[in-house]
C-alpha cells in the first residue's frame, strides 16, 4: 500500500477558497470510505469531512458544512476537498486517510489507516 499524496495548501485571506487533493493509488483507497482531517498546532486531530465508496455518501464537520464540499474521482484514485468562505479556524495540516474500522464515529482518526504526510493551510484574518 503506497501512503497517499495531499497537495493543494497555500495561505490565503479570510473569505478565500481553496480546493485540497488526495493522491491515493493501491487497492485501499479504491475500496474504502476516505476522510479528511484536520490538526491546528496544540490540537488534535479532527474529522472535516468523508465520503463513501461511490461517492454518494458524506459527512461533514458542523463547522465546515456549506462551505466545503468532499469528492472522490475513482477512475483517477483522487478525492478532493473544495474549501470555500475560509476562516482563520479552519488553518492547520489537512490529511487524507483510508477508513479501514468502523467500531466508532467517522470523525474519529483512529477508525482510519494510511495516512498521508499532510498539506498546510494558512488562513489570515
Known amino acids: 500500500q503506497v501512503q497517499p499524496v495531499e497537495s493543494g495548501g497555500g495561505s490565503v485571506q479570510a473569505g478565500g477558497s481553496l480546493r485540497l487533493s488526495c493522491a491515493a493509488s493501491?487497492?485501499?483507497?479504491?475500496?474504502?470510505?476516505v476522510g479528511w482531517f484536520r490538526q491546528a498546532p496544540g490540537k488534535e486531530r479532527e474529522g472535516v469531512a468523508t465520503i463513501g465508496i461511490l461517492g454518494s455518501t458524506t459527512y461533514y464537520a458542523d463547522s465546515v458544512k456549506g462551505r466545503f464540499t468532499i469528492s472522490r474521482d475513482n477512475a483517477k484514485k483522487m478525492v478532493y476537498l473544495q474549501m470555500n468562505g475560509l476562516k482563520p479556524e479552519d488553518s492547520g495540516v489537512y490529511y487524507c486517510a483510508a477508513r479501514q474500522i468502523y467500531s466508532g464515529g467517522w470523525y474519529e482518526a483512529d477508525q482510519y489507516n494510511f495516512w498521508g504526510q499532510g498539506t498546510q493551510v494558512t488562513v489570515s484574518s
Open positions: 493501491g487497492y485501499t483507497y479504491s475500496t474504502n470510505a
